[in-house]
């Protein structure tokens, strides 16, 4: 008998964690980091509700941390197998988790200073640099729709999930006792808009559907609407003089945003002469895309033919910044400047920096541009019940202007979940929401009762078999 359990992202975006036992074999598809408010981080930190050392392998659907956040803490507490992931994946992997490690270690180092003087407990990181080296000599790359044995009895296939580049719809087949299941899990399925990646890959049969719902709750608004704001907010910011500040998340928003601006601008409608990408990580990360454009979708035949040749080819007036002190020169930009930095909830990087000296600015623009989890400060600027908020350890008013572009989204919406799952014939495949807060995940359970297919929200360590 085939088994499931779920340990991370059901009820809640964050934390993906799945664990699939046969007779002979564990494999762990995701091991990511819980993100939101500290209760939630907090989770990181506790032991695996599985021994580390008996899992045989893991199944990684995408490099965001969220999916790969604690796979150096895996291998610390005594993981040795391999990680099985995409080509696109590989490099991305590397990208993510050192940065992780780094912040993580700064972290702790300011944390540590603090509880010293006060006599306190020092805390340790949840992992070192060195987990995070030997956890990357496990990357085994397997290419898009390349049917693969990983282990006895048990294939894997990876089919683009168009959500960020080397993102992959996750596909099983496992024979147990002679009997051979499919099981789907759709990772983070991409929003078919997407400027710069191939919509995600249909597939039609399945025993089992992991399904995701983060937008499960809505429809984003159609792409040209949201691009006529985004072209009137940076028009509005240019005639009142202020700076327009979105934080994106390194990997795909970025990109996504340095693509539509270049359309913008060879459009005439974006006015302002520099636009800074203030993040090393998405500064790399967009380097790894621009490697990759074999993988880019051909919907834009000017792009296409640019691409090649760099971002700063497509978008005039680009502009990278790498150290801290470039990154402190930004802030005494008052005005005129688009500038995009991490992290894409705003729960920390160098984006607070530049929250900290606009949110007050009564001209400045606050672009948020993808899904906020509950208890970050992106969610409080979104939920907007806030007049003052803390930065940094500083009371700032919120006096800028706080518009959400949902249609730029990586994630597909409600409508488009609902058209991808139901390419799969009958029988239809058991259903499984997952990746999704309780709202979300209840509302889009309702759109498939209606549809007569019964969905399941699990609860964190539910285990089901099959």
Not at 255 to 277: A, E, F, M, T, V
Not at 280 to 309: C, G, Q, R, W
């Amino acid at each position: 008998m085939t088994q499931l359990s779920f340990y991370g992202a059901t009820g809640q975006v964050t934390g993906s964690c799945y664990l699939l036992e046969t007779q002979q074999h564990r494999i762990l598809l995701d091991c990511g980091m819980f993100q939101g408010s500290k209760e939630t981080e907090k989770q990181n930190a506790i032991d695996f509700p599985f021994n580390p050392s008996s899992i045989d392998a893991v199944v990684l659907s995408h490099a965001h941390l969220d999916h790969c956040g604690r796979l150096p803490k895996l291998l610390k507490d005594g993981f040795k197998g391999p990680v099985f992931l995409t080509d696109a994946s590989f490099p991305l992997l590397e990208l993510m988790l050192k940065d992780a490690v780094h912040l993580q270690t700064r972290d702790i180092e300011w944390e540590n200073k603090r509880r010293e003087r006060s006599g306190k407990e020092l805390l340790e990181p949840l992992y070192e640099l060195n987990h995070v080296e030997d956890l990357l000599k496990l990357r085994q790359p397997i290419a898009y729709n390349k049917e693969t044995t990983i282990l006895a009895g048990i294939s894997l296939s990876f089919h683009d999930a168009g959500h960020i580049l080397g993102s992959a719809i996750v596909r099983l087949h496992i024979t147990d006792e002679n009997e051979t299941k499919t099981l789907v899990f759709s990772g983070d399925l991409g929003n078919p808009n997407s400027p710069l990646l191939r919509d995600p890959t249909l597939l039609t049969q399945a025993d089992v559907l992991l399904l995701e719902s983060t937008y499960g709750d809505r429809n984003h608004k159609p792409l040209e609407h949201t691009l006529d704001e985004l072209s009137d907010t940076l028009a509005a910011a240019d005639k009142n003089g202020g700076n327009v500040i979105i934080p994106a998340f390194s990997v795909g928003r970025t990109q996504d945003l340095i693509y539509w601006l270049g359309k913008l601008q060879r459009q005439g409608k974006l006015p302002q002469k520099q636009i800074y990408i203030d993040s090393p990580m998405a500064i790399s990360a967009s380097e790894i895309y621009a490697a990759n454009t074999a993988l880019f979708n051909v919907d834009d035949p000017e792009f296409s033919k640019t691409a090649p040749h760099g971002w700063h080819a497509w978008l005039k007036g680009l502009i990278y910044s790498q150290s801290a002190e470039e990154s402190m020169a930004i802030n005494r930009i008052a005005g005129g400047a688009i500038i995009i930095a991490g992290s894409g909830m705003c729960n920390g990087g160098r984006i607070r920096h530049h929250l900290k000296y606009n949110l007050w600015r009564r001209n400045a623009h606050i672009l948020i541009v993808g899904f906020q989890a509950e208890g970050t400060l992106g969610r409080m600027l979104v939920d907007g019940n806030k007049k003052y908020i803390k930065i940094l350890g500083a009371e700032v008013k919120v006096e800028a202007k706080i518009h959400t572009l949902g249609a730029l989204s990586a994630h597909a919406d409600q409508s488009q979940l609902l058209d991808w799952a139901s390419h799969f014939k009958a029988p239809k495949p058991r259903l499984y929401l997952v990746h999704g807060e309780k709202t979300a995940a209840l509302s889009l359970q309702s759109c498939f009762s209606r549809r007569d297919w019964p969905a399941t929200i699990p609860k964190i360590g539910e285990t089901i078999s099959f």
